[in-house]
């Protein structure tokens, strides 16, 4: 318990820093106060719920505070776990009535599985939501679920055993801090389903029993469906490999490794894929970072061959060092990077002026290239030096400003179109969701 508090508050304190690099906060607020006023219809104990005076009272602290988080509130906290843990006894019972389906041999009915699917997506889509962490056992009944739609598992090969016993050891836990009234019924070999229905429609997670209000919080279906980019993907791993003409030197041994790996193995570990989103992360970066030091020789040539004009005019040489600011953020806020060293001193770099001089774009440059050069040996391709960018022909032509200018604007536009590629060939799952689903894991991924 003292575990997932802590998670969760260094969680919400990065993701809101996120939002504050991403010029959302607005949106957020809107969205706290949206959940907000639906609280109380959100089944849960009555004792729980929120007097008028204390609904305005915390609306009014989300209006005020920018960085408020929504389950600070001691009743919303405690509700959001009990509900969490309500949730996870439902997981089970969905998963009990899988295996009676199979162990009985009879014939998995696909309308079942896609209610199965969307009552458990709504349970990750309120926690997506409110950026909240959601039980194991909910995300290993939904991911089953998942598989079995899309054809990625047999019957058989479900992990029955050891995802039931997940999910009980949860319920227990559960059950201790009084968060379940008691503990869930073992396995029989009958139906679940009318117990399944009965709760999803005491919880408002089954369709025709909740309001429309709730499609808010219900919308993010497709997101909750984190293992769907990498089924569906046809091009798999291929298609976050950088284009030759952007990284020459670029080899695909190790996330061609990693998506190996995870391929053969998430059936038995679903959190395998953490691996390979991990591994996508790291080589967003490494083109990033390789982008970035290819801009900044650029312009190390350019004070070179023409120190006197830009010294004259700072300004110009601001607006050239800042021609990739935008995809620079776009990129931290996606990876989730933007409130982290290093990423974060250099996007600073850019946004407050820090560089001021040819000695300065030396020192940003050599501490960006050695955050390239740590990723290179991660992925087994060759080092770089100042020189091996310097000898790129593009670079040692005669300096002009318009040249160097659209030049600058050329390297943004590939870093550009290839992060465009990395995000739809990811989508719709996205590293917050992925956060949340990390959560889970006790090991450094």
Same mark, same amino acid.
């Given at each position: 318990?003292?575990?997932?508090?802590?998670?969760?508050?260094?969680?919400?304190?990065?993701?809101?820093?996120?939002?504050?690099?991403?010029?959302?906060?607005?949106?957020?607020?809107?969205?706290?106060?949206?959940?907000?006023?639906?609280?109380?219809?959100?089944?849960?104990?009555?004792?729980?719920?929120?007097?008028?005076?204390?609904?305005?009272?915390?609306?009014?602290?989300?209006?005020?505070?920018?960085?408020?988080?929504?389950?600070?509130?001691?009743?919303?906290?405690?509700?959001?776990?009990?509900?969490?843990?309500?949730?996870?006894?439902?997981?089970?019972?969905?998963?009990?009535?899988?295996?009676?389906?199979?162990?009985?041999?009879?014939?998995?009915?696909?309308?079942?599985?896609?209610?199965?699917?969307?009552?458990?997506?709504?349970?990750?889509?309120?926690?997506?939501?409110?950026?909240?962490?959601?039980?194991?056992?909910?995300?290993?009944?939904?991911?089953?679920?998942?598989?079995?739609?899309?054809?990625?598992?047999?019957?058989?090969?479900?992990?029955?055993?050891?995802?039931?016993?997940?999910?009980?050891?949860?319920?227990?836990?559960?059950?201790?801090?009084?968060?379940?009234?008691?503990?869930?019924?073992?396995?029989?070999?009958?139906?679940?389903?009318?117990?399944?229905?009965?709760?999803?429609?005491?919880?408002?997670?089954?369709?025709?029993?909740?309001?429309?209000?709730?499609?808010?919080?219900?919308?993010?279906?497709?997101?909750?469906?984190?293992?769907?980019?990498?089924?569906?993907?046809?091009?798999?791993?291929?298609?976050?490999?950088?284009?030759?003409?952007?990284?020459?030197?670029?080899?695909?041994?190790?996330?061609?490794?990693?998506?190996?790996?995870?391929?053969?193995?998430?059936?038995?570990?679903?959190?395998?894929?953490?691996?390979?989103?991990?591994?996508?992360?790291?080589?967003?970066?490494?083109?990033?970072?390789?982008?970035? %030091?290819?801009? #900044?020789?650029?312009?190390? !040539?350019?004070? =070179?061959?023409? $120190?006197?004009?830009? @010294?004259? &005019?700072? /300004?110009?040489?601001?607006?050239?060092?800042?021609?990739?600011?935008?995809?620079?953020?776009?990129?931290?806020?996606?990876?989730?990077?933007?409130?982290?060293?290093?990423?974060?001193?250099?996007?600073?770099?850019?946004?407050?002026?820090?560089?001021?001089?040819?000695?300065?774009?030396?020192?940003?440059?050599?501490?960006?290239?050695?955050?390239?050069?740590?990723?290179?040996?991660?992925?087994?391709?060759?080092?770089?030096?100042?020189?091996?960018?310097?000898?790129?022909?593009?670079?040692?032509?005669?300096?002009?400003?318009?040249?160097?200018?659209?030049?600058?604007?050329?390297?943004?536009?590939?870093?550009?179109?290839?992060?465009?590629? %990395?995000?739809? #060939?990811?989508?719709?799952? !996205?590293?917050? =969701?992925?956060? $949340?689903?990390?959560? @889970?894991? &006790?090991? /450094?991924?």
């Amino acid at each position: 318990m003292v575990r997932e508090i802590i998670l969760q508050s260094v969680y919400f304190l990065a993701f809101f820093y996120q939002l504050n690099c991403q010029s959302s906060l607005t949106r957020q607020q809107e969205r706290n106060a949206y959940f907000l006023n639906l609280i109380n219809d959100i089944p849960g104990p009555e004792y729980l719920l929120l007097t008028d005076y204390e609904l305005q009272d915390v609306l009014k602290i989300n209006e005020m505070n920018e960085t408020f988080l929504i389950c600070n509130n001691t009743n919303i906290k405690y509700k959001m776990w009990k509900l969490r843990c309500k949730y996870t006894e439902l997981s089970l019972y969905i998963m009990y009535h899988m295996k009676f389906v199979i162990i009985n041999r009879n014939v998995i009915n696909s309308k079942e599985l896609k209610k199965f699917k969307d009552i458990l997506h709504r349970m990750i889509s309120i926690f997506y939501y409110t950026f909240s962490h959601i039980k194991e056992g909910i995300w290993l009944t939904s991911i089953t679920i998942n598989a079995l739609i899309d054809r990625k598992i047999s019957p058989q090969e479900i992990k029955f055993d050891y995802i039931t016993f997940k999910i009980t050891e949860i319920c227990r836990i559960c059950f201790k801090y009084n968060n379940l009234p008691y503990l869930p019924e073992l396995y029989k070999n009958n139906s679940y389903l009318s117990t399944i229905y009965e709760i999803s429609k005491q919880l408002k997670l089954y369709s025709g029993y909740y309001p429309n209000t709730f499609n808010e919080i219900y919308q993010y279906e497709d997101v909750s469906h984190i293992y769907s980019f990498f089924w569906d993907n046809i091009q798999r791993f291929e298609i976050f490999i950088p284009p030759t003409t952007m990284f020459p030197t670029y080899d695909k041994t190790h996330i061609k490794k990693i998506y190996d790996r995870v391929r053969n193995s998430w059936k038995n570990d679903y959190f395998e894929l953490l691996f390979y989103t991990k591994a996508i992360k790291k080589n967003l970066l490494l083109v990033t970072y390789y982008s970035l %030091v290819r801009h #900044s020789i650029y312009l190390i !040539d350019c004070f =070179i061959k023409d $120190i006197n004009s830009i @010294n004259s &005019n700072s /300004e110009y040489f601001f607006k050239l060092f800042k021609i990739p600011l935008n995809i620079i953020n776009e990129i931290g806020v996606f990876t989730d990077e933007t409130f982290y060293s290093p990423f974060q001193n250099f996007l600073n770099y850019m946004k407050n002026d820090r560089i001021i001089n040819l000695d300065n774009l030396i020192k940003y440059t050599s501490k960006v290239l050695d955050c390239l050069n740590t990723l290179a040996i991660n992925f087994n391709i060759p080092t770089f030096d100042f020189n091996s960018f310097r000898n790129d022909a593009s670079i040692v032509n005669p300096f002009n400003h318009s040249i160097a200018e659209n030049q600058l604007n050329l390297f943004t536009i590939e870093l550009q179109k290839y992060f465009e590629c %990395v995000k739809i #060939s990811m989508a719709p799952v !996205d590293f917050t =969701i992925l956060k $949340i689903f990390m959560l @889970n894991v &006790n090991i /450094e991924r």
